[in-house]
């Protein structure tokens, strides 16, 4: 599954990280390397963008990068 | 020596700058306040100057303030290094540590933040840090101050024995022996680019755009290369990238652990921040309590108390005027002479002047805002919005410092991570209301629109921001075509505001606008004094004979149509161009010849649809010449400044036309009149749109031919 599908509180694995090069180095600049740990804290508002806690600190990032995050779900 | 100031966003490294060297920096809890490098000297060592870089994540070339940075690394001015990293988030700092490492100059890591350390209930082993690393390792709070001498010391000391970095090999693996494998290859194309080996490695590896070229491999070691790159791919099964990222961070998360212990578990900062979240980001109460903040904030500095202070200031200043006019008439000074030093010099920077105690009040809750953390939840929840513009939500503190001052607030564009969006962002900021502008609102509204006056001011600054959605819709479809790079932003802690950081800004802020005060518009009130009391032959001019009125006249045909087309008006406007607040104090020496006080010149020059018009013109009309140099620096297009200040006019010109004509028809009785014009700008809106928006395919298709 991608991360947007994760639900909020629920952690996850990171499994693969894809999309266009640019937002890709700085997602895997920010930590979310293939086997990190993150938990989706709370959805914007307005539903977009997501904020995401991994590695002790907090991110936000928009439902559209998250589409290429692939993560599984930790029991 | 030189020593580069380098961490991440929001790690405390202007709070550090400003302690070593005294200079007086803007902070704030904002990742990526820092937009420009400054350079500072220190204030224990003569012979250090301090290179303030902006806040960075990596060394990969992603926005332009890591490119700034990189390059001032890679220039080989610096001597060394001092890295501060946040002690709370000590496993995504240390990731561009490592990178630092790579870089192979002399330098020192200074651990900011560890009071908060300490309140979370847990320690770090800086000895074993130390050892890790290789590098020299000073705890700090740059706050406080606390440690920071010894860091000085340490980072001096470090940089003077050009101690470099005792391990800079940090890693293992597949990674380790690609990256080596490389680092021999390419050795001498390092040294000949004074980078180490194993710097450059790391490069070839990501293939960076910039870095690859300057090496100059040839064909067979770049094919060399790719060899050991796929091999290596192949036997981690996963992409060169990924591999480097993991290979840090697989170095970093281990050593943290270790170095870190956790005497009580005291999480309060995470805790305290998430309590707060759970309001301020919360689902339904989120937007209301933004805009009840802002409201709070400019009910404030442009309510009772901004307006109270301000009459108060004012006041003084007029009476200090009338009594040195009294004195010099006394004795028998030159007529001439006392009119310039009483309507010239107080009658102009004192109308401004009274101003001051609204913007000292902006300006420290703005910098409160800042300095917490909350501008960047504000960042966080307003990115939907601004994505249907084509922008994110890092363009909303720009927008809002737009409020503010459009100088700084185009200048908060380049910490935006694609040329797009600084761009878009650049071009929309002053449709925000800048609080120069305020005075001319407040004055013009209190005069013509007296039952209504913050209902028009409101008004303006919502007819602003409505004009900067209709242009961005546009502007996304014709000029900026294509999708904005997704944002993606750190979300710091909350942080109590730092008195001394906010007095700082704010003593910065108010010290700005008093230059601007005492220098632009004191030079331009002297101008229109002087242009207004002589004539061409430059004899003391009769009513309606001086050379002002005659530059008016020639220019006020062309604002006829807008109601406000007396050549006093006209003056006002154009000396506007210096200063927004000096419309005001042009008006009030242009209309000095009319009968009766300030506010009865002003409404014989104006009807009250002509007020409104000059008003909505005011909010439109080209920025003043600090704002329109600003733009043309961020933008750097030929020709950008005079094309900034023509579409601008023109544009306010339209508006305001539309606005008169609304203006006259409501006044005379006919809303349906009113609500017609009102349509028909609306409808010629609809049209540009739908015809940008039909563009939009060919031209995408246009660029995959070209391609």
């Known amino acids: ?75 | 020596m030189i020593l580069a100031l380098v961490g991440n966003q929001n790690s405390g490294k202007t709070t550090l700058f400003n302690r070593l060297t005294g200079a007086r920096r803007q902070v704030g809890n904002f990742p990526g306040v820092t937009v420009d490098q400054a350079l500072g000297r220190s204030r224990r060592y003569a012979d250090v100057e301090i290179l303030d870089l902006p806040g960075i994540y990596s060394l990969s070339p992603y926005s332009s303030e890591e490119r700034i940075s990189r390059d001032a690394l890679m220039s080989g001015r610096c001597d060394g290094i001092l890295n501060i990293v946040d002690a709370t988030n000590l496993e995504r700092n240390l990731y561009l540590t490592l990178q630092l490492i790579d870089l192979g100059l002399p330098m020192t890591l200074a651990l900011n933040m560890m009071d908060e350390v300490e309140q979370q209930g847990r320690s770090i082993d800086v000895a074993a840090l130390e050892e890790s690393l290789g590098i020299p390792v000073v705890p700090i709070v740059a706050n406080s101050g606390r440690g920071v001498t010894e860091l000085m010391r340490t980072a001096y000391e470090t940089t003077l024995e050009q101690r470099r970095p005792l391990r800079p090999d940090l890693c293992s693996g597949p990674v380790h022996r690609a990256l080596h494998a490389i680092a021999a290859l390419i050795e001498d194309h390092a040294e000949r680019c004074q980078l180490t080996p194993r710097y450059a490695a790391t490069k070839v590896i990501e293939g960076d755009e910039l870095l690859l070229p300057r090496l100059g491999l040839n064909e067979n070691e770049l094919d060399a290369c790719e060899h050991i790159i796929t091999e290596m791919e192949r036997e981690l099964g996963t992409d060169r990238l990924a591999a480097l990222a993991d290979m840090r961070y697989s170095f970093i998360q281990p050593m943290v652990a270790q170095v870190t212990q956790l005497h009580a578990d005291r999480s309060q900062m995470s805790d305290r921040t998430a309590r707060i979240d759970r309001v301020l980001t919360h689902r339904i109460l989120a937007l209301p309590l933004f805009l009840l903040i802002m409201a709070l904030i400019f009910w404030i500095s442009f309510g009772p108390i901004g307006l109270t202070l301000s009459d108060c200031f004012a006041d003084a200043i007029a009476a200090l005027g009338a009594r040195t006019a009294e004195a010099l008439t006394a004795a028998d000074v030159n007529p001439v002479v006392v009119s310039l030093v009483e309507d010239g010099v107080f009658g102009g920077v004192g109308s401004v002047l009274g101003f001051l105690p609204m913007i000292l009040l902006l300006f420290t809750l703005l910098g409160m805002l800042e300095d917490s953390g909350y501008m960047a939840r504000i960042a966080f929840f307003m990115d939907r919005l601004l994505q249907h513009i084509g922008l994110s939500g890092s363009s909303f503190v720009p927008m809002l410092l737009g409020f503010g001052c459009t100088v700084p607030a185009v200048m908060a564009t380049r910490t935006l991570p694609s040329r797009r969006d600084r761009l878009m962002t650049v071009l929309l900021v002053p449709f925000m209301s800048c609080s120069a502008k305020v005075p001319v609102y407040a004055l013009l509204a209190s005069v013509f629109f007296p039952h209504c006056q913050t209902l028009i001011i409101v008004g303006l600054y919502i007819l602003g921001m409505l004009l900067a959605v209709a242009n961005g819709l546009i502007l996304r479809n014709t000029v900026f075509l294509g999708e904005s790079i997704p944002f993606v932003l750190e979300l710091p802690p909350y942080r109590f505001p730092s008195p001394l950081s906010v007095w700082r800004d704010v003593r910065q802020r108010a010290k700005d606008f008093m230059t601007r005060a005492f220098t632009v518009i004191f030079v331009v009130t002297l101008a229109i004094w002087f242009l207004e009391t002589f004539d061409p032959r430059l004899n003391v001019a009769g009513d309606g004979e001086s050379i002002l009125a005659s530059l008016g006249r020639l220019a006020a045909p062309l604002f006829a149509p807008l109601g406000f087309g007396d050549w006093r008006v006209v003056s006002a406007v154009i000396s506007g161009f210096s200063a927004k607040e000096a419309v005001i104090s042009a008006l009030r020496v242009a209309a000095g010849g009319l009968a009766g006080s300030f506010e009865a010149q002003l409404q014989t020059l104006l009807s009250v649809p002509a007020a409104f018009s000059l008003l909505v013109f005011v909010l439109l009309y080209t920025p003043c010449s600090a704002a329109v140099a600003a733009m043309a620096r961020e933008i750097r297009i030929r020709f950008s400044l005079p094309l900034i200040i023509i579409f601008q006019t023109a544009y306010a010109w339209v508006i305001a036309f539309f606005g008169y004509r609304t203006a006259l028809h409501v006044a005379a009785g006919h809303y349906l009149r009113a609500i017609l014009v009102l349509l028909l700008l609306l409808g010629s809106w609809l049209l540009v749109y739908v015809a940008s928006r039909r563009r939009r395919p060919a031209t995408v298709k246009q660029k995959a031919k070209g391609s």
């Not at chain 1, 599954?1 to 994760?6: E, F, I, V, Y």
């Open chain 1, 1 to 75: 599954m991608t991360l947007d599908q994760l639900e909020q509180g629920k952690p996850a694995r990171i499994v693969n990280v894809g999309g266009d090069t640019a937002l890709r180095r700085r997602l895997l600049d920010m930590g979310l390397t293939p086997g990190t740990v993150v938990e989706i804290d709370r959805f914007a508002p307005l539903g977009d963008p997501l904020e995401l806690c991994l590695r002790g600190y907090h991110l936000s990032l928009r439902l559209g990068a998250a589409r290429d995050i692939e993560v599984e779900a930790l029991p």
